[in-house]
Nanobody, 117 residues
Framework: QVRLVESGGGLVQPGGSLRLSCTAPRAIFSVFAPWDMGWYRQLPGKQREVVATITSSGRTDYTDSVKGRFAISRNNYRKTVYLQMKNLTPEDPAVYYC????????WGRGTQVTVSS
């Protein structure tokens, strides 16, 4: 199991932006680089849902509700996956997590995103 650490959440107004980061500080490059990674979000009492994915080769995909607003990227040398979020709406608040899509690791603590005026 590789520990995943999410950061970058916070409180923003509707229409605002945030950039989330997910690092695997103890992973080595050769372990992290081949992983297909995803960003997920979870509301209290609801299932965790995937919002964006990025393959080891950099191909990305998004759930419909975030297309055009969120962008996932990665830096394998830093063992980090990013989620740039723009035009945040009141439907986006949640705890955001990242994980290996094919072989999920233990879930990190996530990072809270709050959208409020």
């Amino acid at each position: 199991q590789v520990r995943l650490v999410e950061s970058g959440g916070g409180l923003v107004q509707p229409g605002g932006s945030l950039r989330l980061s997910c690092t695997a500080p103890r992973a080595i490059f050769s372990v992290f680089a081949p992983w297909d990674m995803g960003w997920y979000r979870q509301l209290p009492g609801k299932q965790r849902e995937v919002v964006a994915t990025i393959t080891s080769s950099g191909r990305t995909d998004y759930t419909d509700s975030v297309k055009g607003r969120f962008a996932i990227s990665r830096n394998n040398y830093r063992k980090t996956v990013y989620l740039q979020m723009k035009n945040l709406t009141p439907e986006d608040p949640a705890v955001y997590y990242c994980n290996n899509i094919a072989t999920p690791q233990d879930w990190g603590r996530g990072t809270q995103v709050t959208v409020s005026s």
